[in-house]
């Protein structure tokens, strides 16, 4: 039974890139821009991650792919394609499915890449490409986590909120909206290690074995201006924000 082909991967050039950005920024949700300009969601999703990549790019705008050195592997689209499927459907995407997929689609540079390589190295070479391969184009190694809702049920709430939330306020300018996110950090932690007498007892006074605790605010307007970081400490819901406070200098 011949296997089924696959749709061919259409490409965009990066001033479409940019256009799809600006509608975006100006407030439209992504699955309204998708209706739009008839560009899958999934790929208008994977342009706002590469946001200020696109934005910052100076080159040919009309060239769909950007020169430079040629890739190596013979279908880098349909292999970046795999991946983000991989990661949408949140599954755990690791080099040993790359490889089975390069299997499956390409096997015949498969086998060649590897003869042109010395004996007993081919496979870690394959492993080296691939590395390469993912940080170029926007993956990077980490440790697995789990939410108690899936993504697709995370995007349906962002962009109802998102809808409604331009809806509402569609009467101000971007330079009147701010995005505020606080995040808690704790400093002078109390050290793993400390010298004592050799014999003698290491315990340490009780107020030194907790660490003091700090908030970052931290501001951006929807115009892409970032405020300064505000840092709270022992703040109270609905308290006054003193100023002109004395912090104590540590060493780094």
């Known amino acids: 039974m011949q296997e089924a082909q696959r749709t061919p991967k259409r490409s965009y050039t990066v001033a479409t890139k940019q256009e799809v950005l600006g509608l975006v920024e100006a407030g ?6 998708s209706e739009l300009l008839g560009i899958p969601r999934r790929t208008i999703r994977t342009w706002i991650d ?4 696109i934005l910052a790019y100076d080159g040919n705008k009309k060239k769909i792919v950007p020169g430079g050195r040629p890739e190596t592997f013979p279908d880098p689209d349909g292999l970046g394609l795999f991946m983000n499927e991989m990661c949408e459907q949140e599954r755990a995407l690791t080099t040993t499915h790359i490889v089975n997929w390069i299997k499956r689609h390409q096997a015949d540079w498969l086998r060649s890449y590897v003869a042109r390589k010395k004996p007993g190295a081919g496979y870690q070479s394959l492993l080296s490409l691939l590395q390469r391969f993912c940080h170029r184009h926007g993956f990077s190694r980490q ?12 995007v349906e709430v962002r962009d109802k909120f998102a809808e409604e939330f331009h809806r509402e306020y569609r009467g101000f300018g971007p330079e009147a909206i701010y995005n505020v996110d606080e995040t808690g950090f704790h400093y002078d932690m109390p050290p793993k290690y400390i010298w004592s007498a050799r014999g003698g007892d290491a315990k340490i006074s009780t107020g030194e074995k907790h660490s003091l605790r700090m908030t970052a605010v ?19 819901p609905g308290g006054r924000i003193a100023s002109r406070l004395k912090f104590v200098n540590y060493l780094v």
Do not use: C, E
């Open 143 to 154: 440790r697995p986590g789990k939410t108690k809702q899936s993504q697709a049920v995370l």
């Open 218 to 236: 931290l501001t951006v307007r929807a115009n892409g201006d970032k405020l300064p970081i505000l840092f709270v400490i022992r703040g109270a």
């Open 28 to 33: 439209l949700v992504d699955y309204k821009v």
């Open 50 to 53: 590469q946001k200020w990549d």
